[in-house]
T-cell receptor, first 116, second 108 residues
Framework: EAQVTQNPRYLITVTGKKLTVTCSQNMNHEYMSWYRQDPGLGLRQIYYSMNVEVTDKGDVPEGYKVSRKEKRNFPLILESPSPNQTSLYFC?????WGKGGNQPQHFGDGTRLSIL | GQQLNQSPQSMFIQEGEDVSMNCTSSSIFNTWLWYKQDPGEGPVLLIALYKAGELTSNGRLTAQFGITRKDSFLNISASIPSDVGIYFCAGHGNKLVFGAGTILRVKS
């Protein structure tokens, strides 16, 4: 089954304790991205990756890191989490169109992070 | 930067009624997408629009890509209880931008 898998689904942790949220897709998609969802703000892009070893900042990258060492995986790293990073996080992936731009993205089921 | 204004923010309607929501922007988009998010899940693509003026249906859902390329609407006909959820529009210009969402609640 084609899917985007995020882990963990839920995490409660404390300020400053490094954490990683993993994302894996089995559709051989070139493009992967991370979003955070906050009430009234919709989905805001944190980081994205056009392909292996190619990553770039989205709209709200501060406090986050990513890596794309393999095509299927795109982990989101919070080196020193703070309470304002409490949010619902989504990973998404898609194929790229031949002339540039991306096909509609497939989303994972989300990771709810609470930073105390 | 590019921004989308999605309205209404929320709706509470009677089962069987038709529903309409829209997104507008001051920017031009090349693609409009409509997603639905059920509780505890990620957004799922409902309809993708690639051409100005395009009108596309998916079952009881119909969406249109505005002729100016700055807006799009989604209609749901004869709503049922399982239509509840959050509906997001997204526009793709030089990047993908999401609206804030429309929360749909249906009274049975």
């Amino acid at each position: 089954e084609a899917q985007v898998t995020q882990n963990p689904r839920y995490l409660i942790t404390v300020t400053g304790k490094k954490l990683t949220v993993t994302c894996s897709q089995n559709m051989n998609h070139e493009y992967m991205s991370w979003y955070r969802q906050d009430p009234g703000l919709g989905l805001r892009q944190i980081y994205y990756s056009m392909n292996v070893e190619v990553t770039d900042k989205g709209d709200v990258p501060e406090g986050y890191k990513v890596s794309r060492k393999e095509k299927r995986n795109f982990p989101l790293i919070l080196e020193s989490p703070s309470p304002n990073q409490t949010s619902l996080y989504f990973c998404a992936s898609s194929h790229r169109w031949g002339k540039g731009g991306n096909q509609p993205q497939h989303f994972g089921d989300g990771t709810r992070l609470s930073i105390l | 930067g590019q921004q989308l204004n999605q309205s209404p923010q929320s709706m509470f309607i009677q089962e069987g009624e038709d529903v309409s929501m829209n997104c507008t922007s001051s920017s031009i988009f090349n693609t409009w997408l409509w997603y639905k998010q059920d509780p505890g899940e990620g957004p799922v693509l409902l309809i993708a629009l690639y051409k100005a003026g395009e009108l596309t249906s998916n079952g009881r859902l119909t969406a249109q890509f505005g002729i100016t390329r700055k807006d799009s609407f989604l209609n749901i006909s004869a709503s049922i209880p399982s239509d509840v959820g959050i509906y997001f529009c997204a526009g793709h210009g030089n990047k993908l931008v999401f609206g804030a969402g429309t929360i749909l609640r249906v009274k049975s």
